[in-house]
């Protein structure tokens, strides 16, 4: 405990750390403040209480945006919007020529890109808003709209419409802004931050339950917590594992100085590709549950792919998942690309020859690793299903024993953490750990999320 205070003090004792830390912690607190800003016309109170968002995609966003999905709030769609136009961008630098120019041409590039990014994200909010009011509102089962509580005298539905649009889009905007504020004067990557805290928010409301629902049977309740500690060690191994390729740099001397002659490594990532296969394989096990409410009569098969706890829906999404991994990977990672530069600063890998074969060396060991990864992956993604199934844990605290939630959670704390030690070590002080040194994650949406 000495220590930890310590540490404590060496941190707030350096002024830039200490500023970054107390702009981050404002900035978020503004965005928690703006979850339970309603918008108007709405009645928060009673759609909390309907729990129309709890499963599948829409109880994915729930999560994202921090219970603001469900409580219709003006940061409702929160910065999943932004994410999703982010991947896009990103898909089409590697299929469209002009994207794939603007990803070489360094700053003036990504500056390009990011007002595209900008301008499809409102785009991409402003149609999900749409379908987000005329959902809680009733209109889209042609339902009863029991949310829409302003009189007609005070607003139109075709007002309440349109002005929620625009509310909705600019929380969006507004997020992604405090998002960059973060990044720029704060401790880590804003977007993800805004993402783990709304995962967070949940976490002491769902320990309480269980704490309450198993209080006469604590073993269970202890082996549950030692499973879930075991869970979180995993995570950590899954995301930092890397697999270093030794690569030697060739000498060369210009004038009366040597270059070159150094031993370096490349680290391939076992789950190069985050979160992502979740997220894509998520919005897919979407689509059953909404044919099967479309269809007259109920099919047995679509009703399993839509219950989350069957063995058909696990089955499924675990091999979705693992399709995903090797389609992400070989996105995000191009073994062509990095023998061509390795090869452009005189590097090779010892006894494998420049050029293809250390291309097809670099993909041969990539496919090695990516196997297990999505694996493991997978497992991660089922296990809230089969905490739920095997222990009999409440459905919001077993979110929390894998899946997105504990990925992202897990990742971004690693990531804030190892700038924080970064600016320790840079003032001469220990790091955060005995033994050892934090590494983050790196690159990219896909890999702050």
Do not use: C
């Not at 539905?157 to 905007?173: H, P, Q, R, Y």
């Not at 070590?425 to 040194?437: I, N, P, T, V, W």
Request: no cysteine.
């Amino acid at each position: 405990m000495k220590k930890f205070i310590t540490k404590i003090k060496e941190i707030f004792s350096i002024e830039e750390l200490r500023t970054k830390i107390l702009n981050t912690l404002l900035f978020l607190l503004i965005y928690r403040i703006g979850t339970f800003v309603i918008l108007p016309g709405i009645d928060g109170a009673e759609l909390a209480g309907l729990q129309k968002q709890t499963d599948g995609i829409l109880g994915l966003v729930n999560i994202f945006a921090g219970g603001a999905f469900g409580r219709g709030a003006i940061f409702a769609l929160g910065i999943m919007p932004y994410i999703s136009a982010s991947i896009v961008i990103q898909l089409l630098g590697i299929a469209v020529p002009y994207f794939q120019r603007l990803q070489k041409e360094g700053e003036d590039g990504r500056r390009k890109l990011n007002q595209y990014t900008r301008v499809l994200t409102i785009g991409i909010t402003a149609v999900q808003a749409v379908g987000y009011l005329y959902n809680i509102t009733g209109k889209a089962d042609n339902q009863a709209a029991l949310l829409f509580v302003t009189r007609p005298e005070i607003m139109s539905e075709v007002s309440f419409m349109i002005i929620n649009v625009f509310m909705l889009v600019a929380g969006t905007m507004f997020t992604m802004w405090l998002g960059e504020r973060i990044t720029d004067k704060g401790l880590g990557n804003g977007i993800s931050l805004i993402i783990m805290v709304g995962i967070v928010d949940r976490l002491p409301e769902a320990l309480i339950y269980e704490f309450g629902a198993k209080s006469d049977k604590l073993p269970l309740l202890l082996v549950e917590l030692a499973i879930w500690v075991g869970v979180i060690m995993s995570v950590i191994l899954l995301i930092q594992g890397v697999r270093k390729i030794t690569v030697n740099y060739a000498k060369r001397v210009e004038g009366n100085r040597q270059f070159g002659g150094a031993r370096q490594y490349i680290p391939l990532k076992v789950n190069a590709s985050g979160v992502m296969p979740i997220i894509f394989a998520q919005a897919l096990m979407f689509i059953p549950p909404t044919i099967q409410s479309s269809m007259q009569t109920q099919n047995s098969f679509l009703t399993d792919l839509s219950t989350y706890t069957s063995f058909w829906y696990n089955f499924t999404f675990a091999m979705l998942i693992i399709l995903f991994t090797y389609f992400y990977t070989a996105i995000m990672v191009n073994p062509k690309q990095m023998s061509d530069e390795m090869k452009k600063n005189g590097g090779f890998i010892p006894g494998v020859k420049p050029g293809l074969d250390t291309a097809n060396y670099i993909d041969t060991i990539l496919s090695r690793i990516t196997l297990p990864g999505a694996l493991f992956l997978a497992l991660i993604a089922i296990l809230p299903s089969l905490a739920q199934n095997i222990f009999n844990i409440n459905s919001s605290f077993a979110q929390f024993f894998g899946g997105t939630s504990l990925l992202i959670m897990i990742g971004v704390v690693l990531d804030t953490l190892q700038q924080i030690e970064s600016h320790l070590l840079m003032r001469h002080y220990d790091g955060l750990m005995k033994a050892g040194r934090i590494k983050g994650r790196s690159g990219g949406v896909g890999a702050s999320i």
